[in-house]
């Protein structure tokens, strides 16, 4: 008991001088005083509630999902009859009314297109996503089922929730709030983001990128109609300096899945903002083959459904590197890169809610909790040393650098600390001396049995350990439980939960027990006022 190591001193007290140093610069920005800029700063993050900042409520349009998987299958149809051997020619392909319909052209294939139909029709999901019917012996119409469309929403939903996340974590952003809300709606909480216009701009373009071939330039009537006959229009994105559009090939070019990196740089020969991008194997071969094969072409770079670049192929481009050009700002082309390297979204997003919540709130709200953070602390420390006397001083000085060490704790790893995090400091205060009264109790209690100081204390520390360990075991594995499956207010109870468990085990235990040697080291009581 009495024999503490010089290193495992060191030890105890490097981690907890560590951890209350780690807090100091989150104290300072709590009351509002300057911190030394040469002095590294990790600081608390205040939640929403806390420090205010942007919400918004985006919605998926399910007719958008319907259209996109028409316009899939029509391709997926076309592939497979031009894959079947030998080829099955058809014509006279239309998407109209929300149905996909063509006529073979030779009316004996219909068993033979049927069979190459079943596996498009069925999908890879545990339901029949389109349903098949024959039309006068010669037209296939595709209808799709509704379970179909249900899972076809779900997936881009769920696709859409991760490609939000990734976005606003590439803004630099701590700890938003991401939540799905009934079947089509998402709900976006950014902390410390008092402009939602930057969120919006962000999260409101699908990033849908595509290489076409251009065919020719469009007139203003086909812009208008959008289409004509066998291609496809696209009109010049606001700002380009182009009046009308371009007509590219509807199907086959480059889509941005094949896309590995996207980053804003700058073009040294204009020094305009660009974004440059690199695509994976596949798709700078298939870039490579389109720049060899049609050298000298235009080919449209698409973002959105809109015409933002159309260069020239001058040359083959081999490296699978590329740049896009346009009207960028510095800022518009850091967007952009954020976009791309997320991924487009599988469904449009459209704002239906925005609000910004003010810090106000979340200054009345710190207040309020420290007031009760002091007040809890002060009435425990009070009767921690009526109660045990010196024990009780050292239970109340561990207890001091348990709050310094779980703010220190969590600026260092970022965390992020919400109204409920309040509401988890208190209960961690009361909760941080539950160890030093059991070992209190328990030494105590061996004292009546007649057992001599130094024994009494070692057995103390040694039997109320495992009940300690125990129950704290025991809430460690109900906080990462809080944390998984709850939301945004409930995973701050969690966070400030889960770290003040190892705060205050370190400073309850190890820490008050080397204080507790080094005295009956010195002193060599013959009795304690327990």
């Not at 670049?309 to 510095?330: K, Y």
């Not at 992020?416 to 209960?427: K, Q, Y």
């Amino acid at each position: 008991m009495l024999e503490f190591p010089t290193w495992r001193k060191a030890f105890l007290w490097g981690v907890a001088i560590v951890g209350m140093l780690l807090s100091l610069p989150s104290i300072f920005s709590l009351a509002n005083l300057d911190w030394p800029e040469q002095l590294p700063e990790p600081t608390i993050n205040l939640g929403l509630d806390l420090a205010g900042g942007s919400h918004i409520l985006l919605e998926a349009d399910r007719a958008d999902v319907a259209a996109t998987r028409l316009e899939d299958l029509e391709e997926s149809v076309r592939n497979a009859m031009r894959r079947a051997e030998p080829r099955i020619r058809i014509g006279d392909v239309s998407t109209a009314d929300g149905q996909l319909s063509f006529l073979l052209d030779d009316v004996t294939e219909v068993d033979r297109a049927r069979a190459e139909l079943e596996t498009i029709m069925n999908g890879t999901g545990p339901v029949r996503e389109w349903d098949l019917q024959v039309v006068d012996g010669q037209r296939f119409v595709l209808t799709p089922t509704q379970a179909g469309l249900d899972n076809a929403v779900d997936a881009a939903m769920e696709g859409a929730l991760r490609t939000v996340g990734i976005r606003i974590d590439g803004l630099g952003t701590r700890e938003p709030t991401i939540l799905r809300q009934g079947d089509t709606r998402i709900v976006v909480q950014v902390p410390g983001l008092q402009d939602p216009e930057q969120l919006k701009e962000l999260l409101g373009k699908t990033a849908k990128l595509e290489f076409k071939l251009v065919e020719r330039q469009a007139s203003a009537e086909e812009v208008q109609r959008g289409f004509v006959a066998g291609g496809e229009v696209v009109p010049y994105a606001e700002g380009e300096g182009f009046p009308n559009g371009v007509v590219v090939q509807r199907i086959g070019g480059i889509d941005g899945e094949t896309l590995t990196s996207a980053q804003q740089s700058f073009d040294p020969r204009t020094n305009e903002p660009v974004v440059s991008i690199t695509f994976n194997p596949d798709g700078g071969r298939r870039f490579a083959r389109m720049t060899t094969q049609y050298t000298g072409r235009q080919f449209a770079i698409i973002l959105d459904g809109e015409v933002i670049s159309a260069p020239r192929m001058q040359e083959p481009i081999q490296n699978g590197q590329s740049q896009i050009s346009g009207s960028f700002t510095v800022e518009s082309a850091n967007n952009l890169a954020i976009q791309l390297r997320s991924g487009a979204l599988p469904v449009d997003l459209s704002v239906v809610e925005e609000r910004t919540v003010g810090p106000d709130l979340g200054a009345d709200s710190i207040k309020q909790g420290m007031i009760a953070i002091l007040i809890g602390t002060l009435l425990v420390m009070g009767l921690m040393i009526v109660t045990y006397g010196r024990f009780g001083i050292y239970a109340t000085v561990a207890l001091v650098i348990n709050v310094f060490m779980l703010l220190g704790i969590m600026a260092a790893l970022n965390m992020t600390l919400t109204l409920p995090g309040i509401a988890g400091f208190v209960l961690t205060i009361g909760a941080a001396v539950d160890a030093n009264v059991l070992i209190n109790e328990r030494i105590r209690e061996e004292r009546k049995r007649g057992r001599r100081v130094v024994a009494a204390v070692e057995n103390g520390y040694k039997e109320a350990s495992r009940a300690i360990y125990d129950a704290n075991v025991t809430n460690f594995i109900a906080g990462v439980l809080l944390f998984n499956f709850g939301s945004g207010p409930i995973k701050g109870f969690a966070v400030v939960l889960v770290v003040g468990l190892f705060t205050s085990v370190f400073t309850a235990v190890p820490l008050t027990r080397m204080w507790v040697a080094g005295w009956l080291r010195k002193t060599r009581p013959t009795d304690i006022n327990l």
